[in-house]
């Protein structure tokens, strides 16, 4: 497995570790013109749920890669937070900020592959 491939599987399971919903991986390696390889997009129910996602993110990805993300973005309302670790970028929304954006849909070229949520 490839380092950016063991990245988004160290996303996705720290954010199955605080109940990241509707989670999702965006692979953009095939797409011209992209500024990362992959996206990760979930949601949190609420502001609080959302940073604890990031700082589960943030935690996992360190602990296990010893990589921290070049810039994060949006804690101060964590409506929507953004991660970005050069190759993926992680996006973490509460529910009606997702659906307003709709970023997996900018992106329905690309190879689209949902996780099951963990109850």
């Given at each position: 497995?490839?380092?950016?491939?063991l990245l988004?599987?160290?996303?996705?399971k720290g954010l199955q570790e605080?109940?990241?919903r509707?989670?999702?991986?965006?692979d953009?390696?095939e797409?011209?013109?992209?500024?990362?390889?992959y996206m990760v997009?979930?949601?949190?129910?609420?502001?609080?749920?959302?940073s604890?996602?990031?700082?589960s993110?943030?935690?996992?990805?360190?602990?296990?890669?010893?990589?921290?993300?070049s810039?994060?973005h949006g804690l101060?309302?964590?409506?929507?937070?953004g991660?970005?670790?050069?190759?993926?970028?992680?996006h973490?929304?509460?529910?009606e900020?997702?659906?307003?954006?709709?970023l997996e849909?900018?992106?329905?070229d690309?190879?689209?592959v949902?996780?099951s949520?963990?109850?």
């Open positions: 497995m490839n380092q950016t491939s988004v599987e160290t996303i996705v605080k109940k990241g509707s989670i999702v991986t965006v953009l390696r797409m011209s013109g992209t500024i990362c390889q997009i979930c949601e949190g129910k609420n502001p609080n749920q959302v604890s996602l990031s700082d993110v943030w935690d996992m990805v360190l602990k296990d890669l010893k990589e921290k993300p810039s994060v101060r309302n964590s409506q929507w937070v991660m970005d670790y050069g190759t993926v970028l992680v973490i929304f509460l529910p900020t997702r659906s307003f954006y709709r849909n900018l992106w329905e690309s190879i689209i949902r996780i949520d963990i109850d």
